[in-house]
Each structure stands twice: as structure tokens, then as C-alpha cells.
């Protein structure tokens, strides 16, 4: 029996993945919508074709072969016949899963896949007919509709990713930084670098725009790298220019990807990078999302006890808008608890939201984590914070993210 591949799953959406047939059954028939892809694990399946006159062989398939595979790339009807020689065992593929896979890859990688079936199914077609024109539905329809969408999207996209690469090049980007306040003294605290793109004749733009394409494409990790950077040192010059006489020292927040992660010398490289602009490293944040330690569990475990034995503080960002599961909280080095805006915008008109939000700061209190309130925009909200023992507070209530220059003139002496 052929061996299953390991990354397709023995049941999908439910169904079983593996199906027998009896000799000299259908699996499918030409012009059938095709729903499935098929691995044979056990006997033999022929292929056959209706030329106008006659039914052909076109295939006969041995264990540990593929197919059914083109109508789920492109969508079109069945081009051949299957049918079972003798007993047959098949790994079955679903279209949904193929598709979640197809979403998932590169959209480059995906449109050249589209493009290589439309020109495939063209040329069988020509052959078909003996002619030098595709004919028929080949070539048009739904393939060549659900083709030039992608093109469309992908052209977008790598206009964005070459931009974006010039951008890092030509100092484009830039950090904003919003300041986190102490509830209780009204002091500034802190702040969080957030990225911005200031691109030549158009407005600035937010990371929401970016970021996420940035990801795929992992141009996010030299950016990641040069914000760590940056933030060292912004966070000499905020010692030159902001005076902090009887406070503890300003740190800096700086928002870490998934895609970062994936670099197994992180640590070591945000040690030179603060080295070199002579920034102590427990004045700089990093913060992570629960998505980061969902995807990654096991690196994250290492990852973030390696950052907190280099020095660097962990921020768990946007606490409340994932699975939240409180394991997170003792099982990963975790100093501050981010609570997201969803919350923070709820404890006035909602007394459930208010009630899990005194939860928090109660449970991240007795865990020792100091807690962070996130997009406060009423001063009522931060009164009802600071009452409930919440520390820290950040948001366009205090101020929204701003370039360095006006920071400074801001909170400078
Ligand atoms: P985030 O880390 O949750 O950052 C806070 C976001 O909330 C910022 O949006 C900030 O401008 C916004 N905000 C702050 N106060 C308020 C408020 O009172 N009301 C409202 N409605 N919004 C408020 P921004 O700057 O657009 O950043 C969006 C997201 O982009 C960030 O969310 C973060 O996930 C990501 N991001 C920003 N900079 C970086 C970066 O350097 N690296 C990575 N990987 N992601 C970044
Ligand atoms: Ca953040
Ligand atoms: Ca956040």
C-alpha cells in the first residue's frame, strides 16, 4: 500500500479521506463538476476519454499516483473518465481543503498554478481537435474569470511589496509613538513605536495597510528588524531630551510578528541591535499576541524565556480579542497585560465587560503583571480604571501615536 502523504488529513470537514471502490466502478465521468482529488493507495484506476467516436484509454494509473487534480485547481469540468480496475483503495482530496491550501500559499505561487492549468487545459484541448486555436469553453468561462481576479490581486499586491521594499531603502518608514500614562500620577510612563509609511505624494499610512501584507511576503522581518533598531535608539535620545527626574526611566513598546519568530537567532540579533545604540534592554518592550503564541507554542516557550533572560520585558498585546486562554498568562514569561480596546471601550455602558476587565487587572495583580489599558478615550473610563487598580493607560484620550519631533516637543524638556 502506498504511503499517505503526512499533510493530508485522514478526514476532512468530517468525511472520511479514504474510499474503496469495486472493480469496474465509476469514480468519476468527463464533464462531471469535480469536487475531489484522488491518491491511489491500493490498485489500479484507467482514465479514459470519448473522442466522438469511440471511448479511449488515455491512462492507466498505478498505486501512489494523483489524480482528479486540474478541476480543483481551475474549477473546470471533468476532462476524462475513472473508473476502479479490479478492487481500488483512494486517499481522497476536497476541493475545500485544496482551496483553504491555495489561499494559504503565496498569491504569486497560486496565480502561476491557475496559469499553467488554463495553458495545459488549452493544449489539450488543440490537441483534441488537430487544431492551432483552443476551442470551445477551453481557455474562457469561469477558469480564465477566476484567473484574471488573481491577477488583478496579485499585481496589487507585488506593487505594494516592491514599494514597500524601496520604502525601507529610501527611509519611508517611520515610528510613531504614542505615550502610555500612569493612571495614578498622571506621569508619562512609556511608549509604543508604531509603524508608519510615509510614502512619496501620498498621505501617511497606517500599518493595518501593510503590515499584513508585509507578513506574507516576510518583508516584515527586516522591517521588524529595523524598528528594534530604531527604538534603541529613540530610546538614547528620549534619555537626552525627556526629563524623568523621580520617575522610573521611560521604556519603549515594540510590536514583534509571528514571521520574526521564525528567525532563530531573534534574540541574539535584538542584543547586538540594543548593544550597539547602548540601550538597556529592560527599558524595551516586546509585545506579542496570543496569535504568535498559538502558532507557534512550543518556539514561543524558548523564544520569550530567551528575550527575558537577554533583559527585554514581554507584553501580552490585544489580551481579550483571542482564545485568551489564562494558561497563556503563568505558562509564558509574561511581565504586562495588554487589555484591549474592545474592553477598555465597554466598561462604561457594559457592567459585564466592566466586570471582567476588574477580573484582569485583579488576576494580573496577584500574578505580579502590570496592566496596561488600551485605546482610553474618555476621561471617565480612566477615572473607573485608575479606582480599579489599573495602573497604565494609553489612547487618544492622553494622545494618539506621533512623529518623534512632535513626541518630544510634547513630553521633551
Ligand atoms: P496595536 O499593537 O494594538 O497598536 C495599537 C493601535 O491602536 C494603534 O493603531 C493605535 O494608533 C491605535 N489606538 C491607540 N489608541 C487608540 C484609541 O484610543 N482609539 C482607537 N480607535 N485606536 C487607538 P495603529 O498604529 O494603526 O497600529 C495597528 C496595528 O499594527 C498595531 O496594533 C500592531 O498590531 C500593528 N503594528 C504597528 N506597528 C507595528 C510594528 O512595528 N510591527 C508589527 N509587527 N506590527 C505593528
Ligand atoms: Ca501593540
Ligand atoms: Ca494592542
Request: aromatic fraction near 8%; hydrophobic fraction near 40%.
Amino acid at each position: 500500500m502506498a504511503q499517505q502523504p503526512e499533510h493530508i488529513p485522514r478526514s476532512q470537514g468530517g468525511r472520511r479521506a479514504q474510499r474503496v471502490y469495486e472493480p469496474g466502478e465509476r469514480i468519476f465521468a468527463e464533464g462531471e463538476r469535480g469536487d475531489t482529488a484522488y491518491i491511489i493507495q491500493c490498485g489500479q484506476v484507467e482514465l479514459t476519454r470519448y473522442s466522438g467516436t469511440s471511448i479511449d484509454r488515455i491512462a492507466l494509473l498505478d498505486p501512489g499516483e494523483l489524480f482528479g487534480e486540474m478541476a480543483l485547481v481551475d474549477g473546470r469540468p471533468r476532462t476524462a473518465n475513472a473508473t476502479a480496475v479490479g478492487a481500488v483503495e483512494l486517499l481522497t482530496i476536497d476541493r475545500a481543503y485544496v482551496e483553504k491550501k491555495i489561499a494559504q500559499t503565496d498569491s504569486l505561487v497560486a496565480l502561476f498554478m491557475r496559469v499553467i492549468m488554463a495553458r495545459f487545459r488549452d493544449q489539450l484541448a488543440m490537441n483534441q481537435c488537430g487544431v492551432g486555436e483552443p476551442v470551445g469553453e477551453v481557455g474562457a468561462g469561469p477558469a480564465k474569470l477566476s484567473y484574471a481576479e488573481d491577477l488583478v490581486r496579485t499585481t496589487k499586491r507585488m506593487e505594494v511589496d516592491f514599494a514597500l521594499r524601496e520604502a525601507l531603502d529610501s527611509s519611508e518608514l517611520a515610528l510613531f509613538y504614542q505615550p502610555i500614562m500612569d493612571l495614578h500620577t498622571g506621569d508619562l510612563a512609556g511608549c509604543e513605536a508604531l509603524l508608519r509609511w510615509r510614502r512619496r505624494g501620498a498621505d501617511v499610512t497606517g500599518p493595518d495597510e501593510f503590515v499584513p501584507l508585509a507578513e506574507d511576503t516576510g518583508m516584515i522581518v527586516p522591517i521588524g528588524e529595523w524598528a528594534f533598531g530604531q527604538v534603541c535608539r529613540d530610546l538614547k535620545l528620549f534619555d537626552r531630551k525627556i526629563c524623568v527626574q523621580d520617575k522610573p526611566p521611560l521604556y519603549i513598546s515594540v510590536n514583534l510578528s509571528g514571521r520574526q519568530f521564525e528567525q532563530s537567532d531573534l534574540v541574539q540579533r535584538f542584543q547586538l541591535l540594543a548593544a550597539a545604540a547602548g540601550a538597556d534592554p529592560g527599558r524595551i518592550r516586546i509585545e506579542v499576541t496570543e496569535t504568535l503564541l498559538i502558532d507557534n507554542p512550543t518556539r514561543a516557550q524558548t523564544m520569550l524565556q530567551d528575550l527575558r533572560k537577554a533583559g527585554f520585558r514581554i507584553a501580552m498585546d490585544d489580551f481579550g480579542t483571542g482564545y485568551s486562554s489564562f494558561s497563556y498568562l503563568h505558562q509564558y514569561p509574561i511581565d504586562i497585560l495588554k487589555i484591549d480596546r474592545s474592553f477598555t471601550s465597554g466598561i462604561l455602558t457594559d457592567a459585564r465587560i466592566a466586570s471582567i476587565v476588574r477580573a484582569l487587572v485583579a488576576m494580573a495583580d496577584s500574578l505580579g503583571m502590570a496592566v496596561i489599558a488600551e485605546g482610553v478615550t474618555d476621561p471617565r473610563e480612566a477615572e473607573y480604571l485608575r479606582g480599579h487598580g489599573c495602573q497604565y493607560g494609553q489612547g487618544y484620550l492622553f494622545s494618539p501615536p506621533l512623529p518623534i519631533d512632535a513626541f518630544l516637543e510634547n513630553y521633551g524638556m
